[in-house]
């Protein structure tokens, strides 16, 4: 399987249309923070930034409405779907449902190339922060969690998991500053790799857990007084 795993379940499709680009920019902006939770998404305003027209930019705000990332309220303009801790623990806990299904099948079928591979991703995941590079650091983060589910995952499963990633991306990232060091963070991807490794999916399932539970936790009390109850 190549490094690249961030698109791996998309392979063979069709190259992306206008709009899904716009989408592409437009949720990469939300998940930044650079359009803020709230924010009014304006389709004349989109459009020159994007440099395209209004027609691809009301396509992509539908798909990301349907992702949960932009809500459309009555009789008023688009904007960007609003942060709080019910939205966070529904995010989380559905993860959890999912990605620990994905990866007791994944810990059952995984080879010693996988391993290496992953553990591969994970070194660079660590240094690309240490660096500096948080872009970077989040593609790789990105990509080792679903190096791993694509191991034992269906195409359904891994483009749920995506939708609830991107939606999580937003309060994980106010959460960095009370996670400890990059190297704290290897270590809980690195006991996950670990069960996989010795193909103990009982394991897997319960570190991977602790650690969407702890970010979780950890978001909440970074960030409780920006987010709604």
Same mark, same amino acid.
């Given at each position: 399987?190549?490094? $690249? ?15 899904? !680009?716009?989408? =592409?920019? *437009?949720?990469?902006?939300?998940? +930044?923070?650079?359009?803020?939770? &709230?924010?009014?998404?304006?389709? +004349? ?13 009301? =396509? ?11 809500? +459309? ?10 942060? @709080? ?47 500096? !590079?948080? @872009? ?10 679903? &190096?791993? /589910?694509?191991?034992?995952? @269906?195409?359904? *499963?891994? +483009? ?6 991107? $939606?999580?991306?937003? /309060? ?15 270590? =809980? !991807? ?8 010795? $193909? ?9 857990? !602790?650690?969407?539970?702890?970010? @979780? ?13």
């Amino acid at each position: 399987m190549p490094d $690249n795993m961030l698109d791996t379940f998309t392979r063979g499709r069709k190259p992306p249309t206008l709009a899904q !680009h716009v989408a =592409e920019q *437009i949720r990469d902006a939300i998940i +930044q923070g650079d359009l803020a939770p &709230g924010e009014t998404l304006l389709l +004349q305003d989109l459009a020159k930034r994007l440099d395209v027209s209004i027609m691809p930019v009301r =396509e992509a705000l539908k798909r990301l409405q349907s992702e949960g990332l932009v809500e +459309q309220p009555p009789q008023k303009e688009a904007r960007v779907t609003r942060l @709080s801790v019910v939205d966070l623990l529904d995010t989380y806990e559905t993860r959890i449902l999912l990605e620990t299904r994905v990866i007791r099948r994944a810990a059952e079928g995984f080879a010693a190339q996988d391993t290496e591979r992953l553990a591969s991703i994970l070194e660079r995941y660590e240094s690309a922060y240490q660096a500096g !590079h948080e @872009s970077e650091g989040r593609m790789l983060h990105k990509a080792f969690h679903f &190096g791993m /589910y694509a191991v034992g995952g @269906s195409a359904w *499963i891994l +483009q749920l998991i995506s939708m609830l990633w991107d $939606n999580s991306e937003r /309060y994980r990232r106010l959460s960095l500053t009370q996670r400890g060091t990059v190297h704290d963070r290897r270590r =809980e !991807h690195s006991a996950v790799l670990e069960a996989c490794r010795r $193909n103990d999916p009982d394991l897997a399932a319960r570190e991977l857990e !602790h650690h969407l539970r702890r970010t @979780s936790e950890l978001v909440i009390r970074a960030a409780k007084s920006l987010l709604e109850t």
